[in-house]
DNA sequence: CTTGTCTATGCAACTCGTTGCATAGCAGGA
DNA sequence: TCCTGCTATGCAACGAGTTGCATAGACAAG
C-alpha cells in the first residue's frame, strides 16, 4: 500500500496535522491520491509507532489544539526504499465504463445525462487545474527558475491536465455515440 | 461497489464460468475493472443466493466439470436500477506520481528506469487494444453495420486506446522532466 | 513416471477503505 | 439563545479486495 509513502511525501513539501493532510487530500495529493480523514489519522499512528514520523502537540487559540506531524530519520529511510522499489502499472476502476456497455441491454439513451453530469465535473477540474498552473508555474507570479521539487510537481499536474483533457474529449465521443443510437433506435 | 454490475454486464454479453470470468477480467473487462478469481467466485454465489444469477452444471470430458451462469430476471432488474442511479467521476489511485513527488527528496534520475517500464507496458497495451479494434471495429472482419451493443463496446474501447495514448504522451513528458534535471542536478 | 501446466473451484486470514457516529471548543447569524 | 458550521481527533463496525493455500483431473514434455 502506498498511503504511507503518499503520507511521507506530503509531509516532506510540509509537515502538518492529520485535519490538515486530509484537506490536502481533497486538493493537491488527491489528484492522483486519495484518502478520507480516518484512513489517515489511523495510518498516521501506525506511523508514528513505528517512527517514521514525529510528533509535536501545537496549541492554538480560537481552535483546539493539533497534532503536527514531520517526517524522521526512519520514514525518509522507507520512502527511499519504496521509491527504488519497482511499483506495477495501476489497475484501473471506471464505473462509467461498465455502465456504458450495461447501457446495450437498457436504454442507452438514459446514460445521455448522466454522461453530461460528468463532462461538467470534468470540465471543471481542467478548469481547477490550469487555475493552479497559472498560479505556481507559469504565471506571472512563478518562479523564473524553479527547483527540482516545483519540476517534479509541474510535470505531475501536467498528467493531470493532459488526463483531464483526454476524458472531456472521450465523453464527447461518447455522447456523440448515445446520440447516434437514439437517432437510430 | 460494482463488481456486481460488471459481472452481470460480462455474462449479458456472454453466459459463462466463475474461471471464465476471471479470464475476462484479464482482458476486455479488464481495461477497465480489474478482479481476482477468488472475488469473482465470492460475489457469484451471493449473487447467486441473492437471485440475481441461475446456474447450470455442465459436465466437460477431458477437464473438470464447471458451473455455468447467466443473468436472471432479478439481476436484470438490479443492473437496470444501477444504471439509472448517478455515480461519482472515479477516485484515483496512481502510484507513480506519489513516486515522481517524491523522487523531489531523493534521487530523481534513479526513476528513469523505472518510468521507461511503465512506458513499455503501456505501449504494449496500446497495441494490443489497436489489434482488438482493427479485429472486431475497423478491420475487413468487422461488422459493416454494427449493433448498439457494438458501438458501446467500440467506444469503451476507444476510450482505452486515448487514455493508453495520454499515458504514453505523459510519460515522454516526464522522462524529458528527469533528464532535464540530471542534467541541471 | 515424474514434473509442470491448464482448467476449475474454493477456504481462511488478512489488509485496505468506507460509513456512521461521537466529542469538543469556538464563531457567526437568526 | 439556539442552530449551524468549521477545526480537530478518534472509535467501531462493516464491506471490499488481496494473498496464500488446497484440491483435483487431464495432458504434454522430459
Chains 1, 2 share one sequence.
Do not use: C, N
Not at 487559540?61 to 522507507?78: F, M
Amino acid at each position: 500500500m502506498a498511503l504511507e509513502h503518499a503520507i511521507l511525501v506530503s509531509l516532506l513539501e510540509k509537515p502538518g496535522s492529520g485535519y490538515e493532510l486530509a484537506r490536502r487530500f481533497e486538493r493537491s495529493i488527491g489528484y492522483f491520491w486519495t484518502a478520507t480523514h480516518q484512513q489517515i489519522y489511523r495510518v498516521l499512528k501506525r506511523m508514528e509507532s513505528d517512527g517514521w514520523v514525529d510528533v509535536r502537540e501545537v496549541p492554538q487559540q480560537a481552535r483546539p489544539d493539533k497534532k503536527e506531524y514531520s517526517v524522521a530519520a526512519l520514514g525518509r529511510t522507507a520512502l527511499s526504499g519504496w521509491l527504488h522499489e519497482p511499483i506495477e502499472p495501476e489497475s484501473v476502476r471506471h464505473d462509467l465504463a461498465v455502465k456504458i456497455r450495461g447501457a446495450a441491454f437498457d436504454d442507452p439513451a438514459a446514460l445521455i445525462r448522466e454522461v453530461e453530469r460528468h463532462h461538467r465535473t470534468h470540465t471543471d477540474r481542467l478548469a481547477h487545474y490550469l487555475a493552479g498552473e497559472r498560479r505556481d508555474f507559469t504565471g506571472p507570479e512563478a518562479p523564473a527558475a524553479p527547483d527540482a521539487g516545483q519540476q517534479l510537481q509541474h510535470v505531475v499536474l501536467r498528467g493531470g491536465i493532459a488526463y483531464e483533457r483526454m476524458t472531456i474529449a472521450w465523453l464527447e465521443d461518447v455522447l456523440a455515440t448515445l446520440h447516434r443510437l437514439r437517432g437510430e433506435g
